[in-house]
């Protein structure tokens, strides 16, 4: 019997099979891919967000269709494919998705922009550690550590060449079975969560902060939802 795919996008952090430990244990009865997003590479230098190109590394990898599971900022690419070919999607699970052009009007998410567009804005004009800095101690209200190795400083690069997420050109909800998985600490991705439960998606919290999928119980909300979605062989209404 031919296992179901199932693809896994990445936030801003780690990538590839490092950003979902918990998840390993999918390839047991499931063909699944951990991907690189474009410009996220252990040894190439960082490269500018590129969604198309995003897009066009997700749809390969769908193949002939199959589960889609993204997390923070790999969930705009992941739902502007979804927009795009609905027909590969057998589920679509966003874990804190950073859809931040979908709730760009409403409160949680107008005020984080107010925030930090000043920051981007002069993306150009900073250091790659400056830019690191000035971006932690907006969102966290702490300190970051300079990046003093080789992978620090590539990581503070690729940081500062990332887009605004709420500049992404998605307006639009893809029609395909939708979990949201949030940790229920940030008002941001709340927003963002209760936006797309609005239009038809499940939302679930579990504790976990920006990463709800690498405790037990948000893995089990993962699996639970791949697992009751509609299969490769099931038709579509």
Same mark, same amino acid.
């Given at each position: 019997?031919?296992?179901?795919?199932?693809?896994?996008?990445?936030?801003?952090?780690?990538?590839?099979?490092?950003?979902?430990? +918990?998840?390993?244990? &999918?390839?047991? $009865?499931?063909?699944?891919?951990? &991907?690189?997003?474009?410009?996220? $590479? #252990?040894?190439?230098?960082?490269?500018?967000?590129?969604?198309? /190109?995003?897009?066009?590394?997700?749809?390969?990898?769908?193949?002939?269709?199959?589960?889609?599971?993204?997390?923070?900022?790999?969930? !705009?690419?992941?739902?502007?494919?979804? !927009?795009?070919? =609905?027909?590969?999607?057998?589920?679509?699970?966003?874990?804190?998705?950073?859809?931040?052009?979908?709730?760009?009007?409403? =409160?949680?998410?107008? #005020?984080?922009?107010?925030?930090?567009?000043?920051?981007?804005?002069?993306?150009?004009?900073?250091?790659?550690?400056?830019? &690191?800095? +000035?971006?932690? +101690?907006?969102?966290?209200?702490? /300190?970051?550590?300079?990046?003093?190795?080789? $992978?620090? +400083?590539? *990581?503070? %690069?690729?940081?500062?060449?990332?887009?605004?997420?709420?500049?992404?050109?998605?307006?639009?909800?893809?029609?395909?079975?939708?979990?949201?998985?949030?940790?229920?600490?940030?008002?941001?991705?709340?927003?963002?969560? /209760?936006?797309?439960? #609005?239009?038809?998606?499940?939302?679930?919290?579990?504790?976990?902060?920006?990463?709800?999928?690498?405790?037990? /119980?948000?893995?089990?909300? !993962? %699996?639970?939802?791949?697992?009751?979605?509609?299969?490769? *062989?099931? =038709? %579509?209404?």
């Amino acid at each position: 019997m031919t296992q179901e795919r199932i693809v896994f996008v990445h936030g801003g952090g780690s990538f590839g099979a490092a950003a979902w430990p +918990r998840q390993h244990g &999918l390839s047991l $009865d499931h063909d699944c891919l951990f &991907l690189r997003r474009h410009g996220f $590479d #252990a040894d190439a230098e960082p490269l500018p967000t590129d969604h198309a /190109e995003d897009q066009r590394i997700i749809t390969e990898a769908l193949g002939s269709g199959g589960h889609l599971v993204a997390h923070s900022q790999g969930a !705009v690419s992941a739902m502007l494919t979804a !927009v795009e070919r =609905p027909d590969l999607i057998r589920s679509l699970t966003l874990v804190e998705p950073a859809c931040l052009s979908l709730t760009a009007d409403l =409160p949680a998410t107008a #005020a984080h922009i107010d925030l930090v567009a000043p920051l981007f804005a002069r993306q150009d004009t900073l250091t790659d550690e400056e830019f &690191l800095q +000035r971006f932690v +101690r907006l969102t966290s209200s702490s /300190e970051a550590e300079p990046p003093t190795t080789s $992978d620090a +400083r590539r *990581n503070a %690069r690729r940081l500062r060449l990332q887009a605004p997420p709420w500049t992404a050109p998605l307006h639009i909800v893809p029609g395909v079975p939708t979990l949201v998985l949030t940790g229920g600490w940030e008002p941001l991705y709340e927003e963002v969560a /209760e936006y797309l439960a #609005a239009t038809g998606a499940q939302h679930r919290i579990t504790a976990g902060g920006h990463r709800p999928h690498d405790t037990a /119980e948000g893995d089990a909300v !993962v %699996r639970r939802f791949i697992r009751g979605a509609p299969s490769g *062989n099931s =038709p %579509r209404e």
